[in-house]
């Protein structure tokens, strides 16, 4: 029990309802909707990104290996990733976890692993490709994925993150639509889209790689929300939501340094007495 308590995570961490959600997405779309999610490219984005894990636990020193933010990450990278490549699908877990242990700033690593290796991958490869539209829109699918993602958020206590970004977005689309003299029905449409409710779920609400104040990460949320909007109805560009991100996350240490505030830590979800701040960043990646 002893060496159980010491190597494994905690079982009251948050994120394991985030890997019981995004399975459960995996699962739907593969029997259900037949999103052409292939096994192959999931079990090697989920394997890669275990063993990558490893080699960053062992060259980084950590006390013990955390399954949980690679599954996590592998999960979300097999939802959104399509390619026909399973090379790609490697490299895409590889970059994933390996930005996580290289690209830090002050104990956080500043991009969301997922979003990092979708957008290097679209813009290096033409073999690999985000499906904006893939989840379709009808509004039970929708109010489905929200409150499974409320749930996860609540529990890992970011929710500001998704809520604010969710309301600025959808009131820069209506109010598109408004100057446009467009029915509301097209914004409604916009917005029910599985794939922006993932991407406002389970990436921007990263605890990781938000700011570390509530005002801030309402801050954020309103910056990915205003690049999103310009990339996609003002640029005409697709995956706005996802190259946003990457754009705004830069921003995170400068918000952190103007209002200052904790680190997230998971173990604090789980109801844990954190460590110093050092012992934190040793054992949290």
């Given at each position: 029990m002893t060496f159980l308590n010491r190597h494994l995570p905690r079982l009251g961490d948050p994120r394991h309802y985030q890997i019981i959600v995004l399975s459960f997405l995996i699962a739907y779309s593969i029997v259900v909707l037949d999103f052409g999610i292939r096994w192959q490219n999931a079990l090697a984005i989920v394997g890669t990104a275990l063993v990558t894990q490893f080699i960053g636990t062992l060259c980084a020193r950590l006390p013990r290996f955390d399954p949980l933010s690679p599954l996590i990450t592998s999960l979300s990278i097999t939802l959104l990733l399509r390619t026909d490549e399973l090379q790609l699908a490697v490299v895409a877990a590889c970059i994933a976890i390996g930005s996580k242990f290289i690209i830090r700033f002050r104990g956080k690593h500043i991009f969301n692993p997922a979003n990092f290796a979708l957008v290097t991958l679209i813009l290096l490869s033409d073999q690999a490709w985000f499906s904006s539209g893939q989840w379709g829109s009808a509004t039970i699918n929708a109010f489905g994925l929200a409150c499974l993602g409320f749930l996860v958020l609540t529990r890992a206590r970011r929710a500001e993150t998704?809520?604010?970004?969710?309301?600025?977005?959808?009131?820069?689309?209506?109010?598109?639509?408004?100057?446009?003299?467009?029915?509301?029905?097209?914004?409604?449409?916009?917005?029910?889209?599985?794939?922006?409710?993932?991407?406002?779920?389970?990436?921007?609400?990263?605890?990781?790689?938000?700011?570390?104040?509530?005002?801030?990460?309402?801050?954020?949320?309103?910056?990915?929300?205003?690049?999103?909007?310009?990339?996609?109805?003002?640029?005409?560009?697709?995956?706005?939501?996802?190259?946003?991100?990457?754009?705004?996350?830069?921003?995170?240490?400068?918000?952190?340094?103007?209002?200052?505030?904790?680190?997230?830590?998971?173990?604090?979800?789980?109801?844990?007495?954190?460590?110093?701040?050092?012992?934190?960043?040793q054992c949290e990646s």
């Open positions: 998704t809520l604010a970004f969710i309301a600025i977005y959808a009131v820069l689309m209506f109010g598109r639509a408004l100057w446009l003299n467009d029915p509301f029905s097209i914004p409604l449409h916009q917005m029910q889209n599985g794939a922006l409710l993932i991407f406002a779920f389970f990436m921007i609400s990263d605890p990781k790689t938000t700011p570390n104040t509530a005002v801030g990460r309402v801050l954020y949320a309103a910056l990915v929300a205003g690049i999103a909007y310009t990339i996609q109805f003002i640029y005409y560009q697709p995956n706005g939501p996802i190259i946003a991100l990457i754009m705004s996350a830069p921003f995170v240490p400068l918000i952190d340094a103007l209002l200052r505030g904790r680190i997230y830590r998971w173990h604090h979800a789980a109801g844990h007495v954190a460590s110093s701040t050092k012992g934190a960043y």
